[in-house]
C-alpha cells in the first residue's frame, strides 16, 4: 500500500494575512503605540511638551497597550483550547478598529476612550466567549469576566481614578500570574531537558488567590490590608518562580525572558507592601509592575507565541534578545534608579523611557513582516 498525502496549498508570501488571526494586528498596534506613547508621555513629563496627564499616562498603558496584548493573546489562545474559530477578517479588523478609535479619542477625552474601551471589551469578549461556551470549556470561561471587568475599569477609572487605575492593574497582574503559571514551566520542561519545572496545588491556589485578596482590598481601599496581602503575595510568587527553575534557562532567552519578567512581578509586590506601609514611595512598586513585569512579559510572550503560530523555530535571534535587554533595561532605570538615588529620577526615567522605546520599536520592525505575511507552513492562522 502507498500512502498519498494531500497536496498541502502554495504559500503566497506577498498575500496579506494580518487578519488571519487575533494575535497579529493586536501584537502589532501594542507594539507600535508602546513605541510611540511612552516617549510623548517622558516629554510630558519632564517638562518639554505640554499636556502631561498622569491618567493619560496611565489609561493607555492599562487600557490601551497592555489590554491589547492581553486580547490578542486571548483571540488566538481560545482557538486552540477549544478547536473553534475566533474572530478573523472583517470581524477581527472591525475589533481591531475599536481599539485604535478608543486610542484615538484618548488624545482628546479619556471619558470618549473608555466609552469605546468598554466596546473594545465587549467585542473581545464576544470573541472568545462564543467558543468557550459552544465548546463546553468551563476551565477558561473565567477569562471572559476578565476581559469585561478591564473595560469596566476603565470607565470607573473616569469618575473614581485611583479605584479604575489599581482595579485594572489588578486585574492584569491576575490575567499575567494565571497564563504563567500554565505555560512558563510547561515551555521549560519542553525546551530544557531534565529541567524539572514543576507546581504545587497549594501553592498555586495560595499564590492566585493572594492576588484575587489583593483586588478585594483594592476595591474597598484597605490600603494597609492591600500592603498585607502584597507582603505574602510576594512570598508565595517567589516560592513559584523558584519551583520553574529559573536557573536552568540561561542558554535560551526566548525563556529567561519570561522567567526574569516574572522576577518583577515578586520585586512588585514586595515593593507595593512597602509602600502601603509608608516605608517607599510607591512609584517603583507600580513600575516594578507595568514596565519590568508587563513590559517584559508581553515581549517575551509576543515575539513566542508569534514564532509558534507563524511555523517558526522557537528561536530568539539578535533582534528579540535585543529587545529583551532593553526592556528590562527601561525596568532597571525607572525602578531601582530611583529607589537608590532618588534626586536621579527625572533622568532615570527619561531613560528608561528611551530604553523602552527602542525595545518596542525593535519588535516593531523585526515582526510587522512576520505578522502581516502567511505562516510559512501554508496552514490557516
Known sequence: MISISPPTKPVDPSRFALFDLGFRPLYLLAGAYAALSVPIWALQYAGWLPG?????????????????????????????????????????????????????????????????GGLFALAVAWGIGRPLVAAGNRRNLFFILLVLGLGAAGIVLQSFPQLGIAIGLDVVLLVVTVMAGRVIPAFTNNAVQGAGARRHAWLELGAIGSILALIGADAFARTELAASFAMLAA????????????????????????????????????????????????????????????????????????????????VAGRAEIAAYALVHGAAFARVLV???????TLAATLVSALLWCAAFTTFVVAYAPILSRPRLDGQPG
Open 52 to 116: 502631561a496627564d498622569i491618567l493619560w499616562h496611565a489609561h493607555e498603558m492599562i487600557f490601551g497597550f497592555a489590554f491589547a496584548v492581553i486580547a490578542g493573546f486571548l483571540l488566538t489562545a481560545v482557538r486552540a483550547w477549544t478547536g473553534r474559530p475566533t474572530p478573523t477578517g472583517p470581524a477581527l479588523a472591525a475589533i481591531a478598529a475599536l481599539w485604535v478609535l478608543a486610542r484615538a479619542l484618548a488624545f482628546v477625552s479619556l471619558p470618549a476612550a473608555a466609552a469605546a
Open 235 to 314: 512570598a508565595l510568587h517567589a516560592a513559584r518562580l523558584a519551583l520553574w527553575a529559573p536557573l536552568k534557562t540561561l542558554r535560551r532567552p526566548i525563556l529567561w525572558v519570561l522567567h526574569l519578567s516574572y522576577a518583577w512581578i515578586v520585586l512588585h509586590l514586595a515593593l507595593r507592601g512597602l509602600a502601603g506601609f509608608g516605608l517607599v514611595p510607591v512609584a517603583p512598586a507600580t513600575h516594578a509592575l507595568t514596565v519590568g513585569a508587563i513590559g517584559g512579559m508581553t515581549l517575551g510572550m509576543m515575539t513566542r507565541t508569534t514564532r509558534g503560530h507563524t511555523a517558526r523555530p522557537l
Open 338 to 344: 530611583p529607589l537608590a538615588l532618588p534626586a536621579a
